[in-house]
T-cell receptor, first 116, second 113 residues
Framework: DTAVSQTPKYLVTQMGNDKSIKCEQN?????MYWYKQDSKKFLKIMFS???????INETVPNRFSPKSPDKAHLNLHINSLELGDSAVYFC???????????????FGPGTRLTVL | GDSVTQMEGPVTLSEEAFLTINCTYT??????LFWYVQYPGEGLQLLLK?????DKGSNKGFEATYRKETTSFHLEKGSVQVSDSAVYFC????????????FGKGTMLLVSP
């Protein structure tokens, strides 16, 4: 009964490849997020979706494309992988992210991406 | 823009020692403040939060008080355990715009027996 799950947990791939990371939440939340954690543990928001609609798209290269087939899923597709994409990617969800919302965000276990 | 500053780690303590991890923030208005914890190999878990000035968040023996006058949200625990070894992140959600977390850089805590 995992709340926020991600697959795969580890992903090792070559430069130039295209890969996807999947995220699912069973909390009934409306909002989902992708965060990137670099090698120094610094966490930064990449995207957020509310009810399948893109709300926030930080300055992320357009090689990264999130897709939300339904409210419970938010996948991250990365084209033409580069060395600098190596990081841990965390999915999260919250009940709401409307203006002034302080709802708790629940995080998945992370996907460690290594680009060789 | 919003920012969160945490003390550099690692913080190394013996079991049963007193813990303080400093956190200060810069934000417009009145943000909500959070501490998240990341145990080795795991995702982030919410440890505690406070949504207005002078609120105290507490959980598992950890406490933090929202101090607007010093823009701080320091994390404390009276007696740490080996199992508290983890990375601790201070974060905020601004009260303007959409609710995304702005994180500090994290502080690693290592507790030895």
């Amino acid at each position: 009964d995992t709340a926020v799950s991600q697959t795969p947990k580890y992903l090792v791939t070559q430069m130039g490849n295209d890969k996807s990371i999947k995220c699912e939440q069973n909390l009934g939340h409306d909002t989902m997020y992708w965060y990137k954690q670099d090698s120094k543990k610094f966490l930064k928001i990449m995207f957020s979706y509310n009810n399948k609609e893109l709300i926030i798209n930080e300055t992320v290269p357009n090689r990264f494309s999130p897709k939300s087939p339904d409210k419970a899923h938010l996948n991250l597709h990365i084209n033409s992988l580069e060395l600098g994409d190596s990081a841990v990617y965390f999915c999260a969800s919250s009940r709401d992210m409307g203006l002034l919302s302080t709802d708790t965000q629940y995080f998945g276990p992370g996907t460690r991406l290594t680009v060789l | 823009g919003d920012s969160v500053t945490q003390m550099e780690g690692p913080v190394t303590l013996s079991e049963e020692a007193f813990l303080t991890i400093n956190c200060t923030y810069t934000a417009t208005g009145y943000p909500s403040l959070f501490w998240y914890v990341q145990y080795p190999g795991e995702g982030l878990q919410l440890l505690l939060k406070a949504t207005k000035a002078d609120d105290k968040g507490s959980n598992k023996g950890f406490e933090a008080t929202y101090r607007k006058e010093t823009t701080s949200f320091h994390l404390e625990k009276g007696s740490v355990q080996v199992s508290d070894s983890a990375v601790y992140f201070c974060a905020l959600i601004s009260n303007s715009g959409y609710s995304t977390l702005t994180f500090g850089k994290g502080t690693m805590l290592l507790v030895s027996p």
